[in-house]
């Protein structure tokens, strides 16, 4: 079982940068990472997954080219760096594992507890 702890939300202006941290524990090798977020009212949507093996990624459209996932073997953590942040990325992110690369969130095994993201235009 992989324990995760995510940190780095925040209030930002539109534009903005924030880096969100993913500190977990366990057997990491084989698992695949996500980061998920939700709106206020929406559903649970991926962000952004990251394969801890080998580092592979993947985004989704509307955060191509400004989110970037990676990872510290050394320290256990995956991270989220998130810039020209806009208001339509306020919500509630949240860092899961799997085991196996799937955009679902019932694919998810373990999640952290979510830390709030607020872009203000």
């Known amino acids: 079982q992989v324990t995760l702890v995510e940190s780095g939300g925040g209030l930002v202006q539109a534009g903005g940068s924030l880096k969100l941290s993913c500190a977990a524990s366990?057997?990491?090798?084989?698992?695949?990472f996500g980061w998920f977020r939700q709106a206020l009212g929406k559903e649970r949507e991926y962000v952004a997954l990251l394969a801890w093996s080998d580092g592979r990624s993947y985004y989704r459209e509307s955060v191509k080219g400004r989110f970037t996932i990676s990872r510290d073997s050394a320290k256990n953590a995956v991270y989220l760096e998130m810039n020209s942040l806009k208001p339509e990325d306020t919500a509630v992110y949240y860092c899961?594992?799997?085991?196996?690369?799937?955009?679902?969130?019932?694919?998810?095994?373990?999640w952290g507890q979510g830390t709030q993201v607020t872009v203000s235009s």
């Open positions: 366990g057997r990491l090798s084989m698992r695949v």
């Open positions: 899961a594992d799997a085991p196996r690369w799937d955009l679902y969130p019932n694919a998810y095994d373990s």
